[in-house]
Structures are given as C-alpha cells and as structure tokens.
C-alpha cells in the first residue's frame, strides 16, 4: 500500500486521514517500535523532512538516518536499487521527493515496503495537500460552497495541483490568480481572477512561493512589482472577507507573495498549516501501515 496523489484515494478514504488527524491532536497514539522508516528527500525541505520524522517518531518507529549527499546514488546506483536496498534490510516505509514527475510509477508495483511521496517534481504533493484541507476543515467544517483562490506560481506548483483536485472533488469552488506567464496549460478549466476580485470573493487565500529554483525570476517584473501587482498587500488584506483565511504552503518570500506583516497577522493559518503537518503526516502514516496489515491478512487467508 502506498500515499502517492491523492487521485487514488476516494473522498471517503480523504475524511478518514482527516478525522484520523484530528483525533491524534487530543490522543497518544500507541507506539509502533518494530516498524522503520527512512526519509529518502533528493529536493531540499524544511517542512516536509522534519514533519514526517516528527511523526514518525511519534508513532514511535525507528527512523534510519539517510543523506541524499553521501547515498550511493551519488555513485550512480539507481533510485529503484536504493529503495530495494532499503526494504532488503528490513524497512516498512519510505518517503521520498525527487525532482522526477512520477518517480513512483517505477516502483510502485515492484516493492512490498511502502512508499509516501513527499513531492514529485511539479506533479504531485499530497501531505501538503492533506494538511491544507484539515486547517480548511477546522476553519470552516466544510469544503462545501467554499470559494478558495489559489494564487501565484500556478504552472510550478505540485501544491496547485494537489489541492485544485482535491478541493473540488469536496465541493469548493476553485480559482486562479497569479502572472499569465505562470498559468498552467495544463488546468484551464480553472477560472483566473485578478488578485483585487480574489481577495474580496474568496473565503481562502491560499498563496504560493515564487519557485526561483525552477525558473529565473524577474524575467518579467521585478519583486516589488509582482508583489503590488499578483501579492497580498496590506491594502488587499483589508478587502477580504470577515472571516476569510491566509494559507501558504511555505516558506514564505515575504514582501513578494505576501506582505512582511501579515505572514503572523490574526487571518493567517501558515503557522497552524505547519502545526497541521505533523498529526497529518501520522495519519497518513498510520493508514498506509493499516492497509499493509490488511494486505497481510488477505495474503494469509
């Protein structure tokens, strides 16, 4: 069993990693001490890296120590022969990000260990997506007949893609903002509004770091002008709605995407995403291990 989009999961199968999320905040969870896992992470990461080892440890797994640096895939061993290495040894679960759209459809089907994907590229990010709809389902209860604007750094964004699927497949209503050099060809369906209409029709703001890693920035505005012209000012702020939210997957170039001061204004849910993180990622944790115990079971009757 593996977490790879969440494309494969059904809505039920969504709510169940949510409400398993929400119970672990007010709940121990019993340890898991004879299963390990390793954190295989070829793209630099803060948020993702360090939460899934906080989760893990939490859960009480054993977490081998791996660095991308000084792994034999510097010498040239293959991504496949690393993981198949790693459940040779003994290990239950991986979580890998690599910079390869789909890495995962090259060993999903030839491994028995389990494989969270932490980030493919510009494809797919699924626990950011997972702990994106729980700050969402706590803020508001619902997803139904909300309208979130996601805005920014469309066409580079794994969290756009993510979270646009998800998000209507709740029953929100989805929009674009950002540049038209970074609108995705790929998701037209997607209506685009300015960032003027967005803050004052949307009830999530959801804005995305500019990805100077992959594509050279000020190739059409410099950073005050995007930030006045695509970013959520302090003025914009002002516009939105009562009781409207701030999300950012993070980490923030403030005074680009968004203003310095409202990174920690009293609308902004960045910090609590990343809070969010970690119960997310032991739900996700813990439903892939539940279906490997379930496959176990099927194997032996």
């Known amino acids: 069993m593996h977490f790879l989009t969440l494309d494969e999961l059904t809505v039920e199968d969504i709510y169940k990693v949510l409400h398993q999320a929400e119970a672990l905040q007010n709940h121990q969870p019993l340890p898991k001490p004879d299963l390990y896992a390793a954190n295989l992470f070829f793209e630099n990461s803060t948020r993702t890296k360090c939460s899934f080892e906080m989760a893990q440890r939490k859960l009480g797994m054993n977490v081998l120590s791996f660095d991308a640096g000084t792994a034999s895939i510097s010498k040239g061993e293959s991504l496949y022969d690393t993981v198949k290495t790693l459940e040779a040894i003994g290990v239950d679960v991986v979580v890998i990000r690599h910079s390869e759209e789909r890495y995962f459809d090259a060993l999903k089907d030839k491994v028995s260990l389990s494989i969270i994907n932490g980030g493919d590229g510009m494809g ?12 969402i389902y706590q803020e508001f209860g619902s997803f139904k007949g909300l309208t979130v604007t996601i805005a920014g750094d469309i066409r580079h964004s794994r969290v756009a893609r993510s979270n646009t699927y998800a998000l209507q497949r709740l029953g929100a209503e989805v929009n674009f903002s950002g540049p038209p050099a970074w609108r995705d060809p790929e998701m037209t369906d997607i209506p685009f509004v300015d960032m003027d209409q ?16 992959r ?13 006045q012209q695509y970013g959520l000012t302090v003025d914009r702020e002002r516009k939105m709605k009562k009781n409207s939210i701030i999300m950012h997957p993070a980490p923030v170039n403030r005074g680009v995407e968004i203003a310095d001061e409202l990174v920690e204004c009293d609308r902004s849910r960045i910090f609590k995403q990343m809070k969010n993180g970690v119960v997310t990622r032991m739900a996700m944790l813990q439903y892939v291990l539940a279906k490997r115990e379930e496959t176990k079971h099927e194997l032996i009757n």
Do not use: I, W
């Open 124 to 135: 797919h990010h699924p626990s950011q997506c997972m702990l994106d709809l729980l700050t």
């Open 198 to 213: 967005a803050v004052k029709e949307s009830d999530v703001v959801m804005l995305l770091r500019v990805q100077h890693e």
């Open 215 to 227: 594509h050279a920035f000020g190739e059409n505005f410099t950073k005050q002008e995007y930030h």
